[in-house]
Nanobody, 121 residues
Framework: QVQLVESGGGLVQAGGSLRLSCAASGSIFSINAMGWYRQVPGKQRELAASIINGVNTNYADSVKGRFTISRDNAKNTVYLQMNSLKPEDTAVYYC???????????????WGQGTQVTVSS
């Protein structure tokens, strides 16, 4: 089994910063990609940022220049540094990992439980 544990959400004023963390643990052989998605009520979950093979990053246009995704390979942890936050960034943020299980040697996609980010105006 694999678990993704998120932390770092909360309430912040517009213009402020937050840092999200997501640690993957369990039967992990390798992690191909990790990412952060976000969802507001009534809308589809959307990609905020992703990092592939610990190097290549991808960002939604709405967060480019404000958010930075990074990964600590030794800790199987991904971070999302969010700066210059706007009220429209308010959402539940979900961690995502595309990995190979050490038990089955097959690829799986796992999700975290979600962490609330609220940006007040």
């Amino acid at each position: 089994q694999v678990q993704l544990v998120e932390s770092g959400g909360g309430l912040v004023q517009a213009g402020g910063s937050l840092r999200l963390s997501c640690a993957a643990s369990g039967s992990i052989f390798s992690i191909n990609a990790m990412g952060w998605y976000r969802q507001v009520p009534g809308k589809q979950r959307e990609l905020a940022a992703s990092i592939i093979n610990g190097v290549n990053t991808n960002y939604a246009d709405s967060v480019k220049g404000r958010f930075t995704i990074s990964r600590d390979n030794a800790k199987n942890t991904v971070y999302l540094q969010m700066n210059s936050l706007k009220p429209e960034d308010t959402a539940v943020y979900y961690c995502n990992a595309d990995l190979v299980s050490s038990k089955t040697m097959r690829k799986y996609v796992y999700w975290g439980q979600g962490t609330q980010v609220t940006v007040s105006s």
